[in-house]
């Protein structure tokens, strides 16, 4: 899921593992934005102390707005939680099927609305 907790970005774990080189770039040929990505696995978040992976996504800020994340001196963040293992799924696994759930929703709605 993408996280909106951006606070995250401020925690010594996170911080540190920003100051050391990125896993992977992630790009959609449709956007031409190249994120660069950060894996950080076992944060503890939320209320109860859930421990998850947290994968930070960050570009350049461009002249527009951007609709998601947050940005902090020139450049954009994004947040994405998962409890998918490291060991099976890259940072750009995790971001790509995030980012390409819009693909299948509306087949499987499409579906779900068929009468039989």
């Known amino acids: 899921m993408r996280g909106k907790d951006y606070q995250l970005l401020l925690r010594a774990e996170i911080q540190f593992r920003l100051s050391l080189p990125p896993d992977q770039q992630f790009s959609r040929p449709e956007s031409g934005l190249v994120r660069t990505l950060y894996d950080c696995p076992l944060v503890t978040v939320g209320p109860n102390g859930q421990r998850c992976r ?7 800020a461009g002249p ?3 609709r ?10 994004e947040l994405f939680l998962t409890a998918l293992p490291q060991e099976a799924f890259t940072v ?6 995030y980012l390409h ?3 299948f929703e509306k087949a499987l ?3 779900d609305s068929k009468v039989a």
Not at 92 to 97: G, S, T
């Open 54 to 60: 947290v994968v930070v996504a960050t570009h350049p």
């Open 64 to 66: 527009k707005k951007h």
């Open 68 to 77: 998601v994340g947050v940005e902090r001196d020139g450049m954009v963040y």
């Open 101 to 103: 759930r819009g693909g």
């Open 92 to 97: 750009a696994d995790v971001v790509a099927l």
């Open 109 to 111: 709605s499409d579906e």
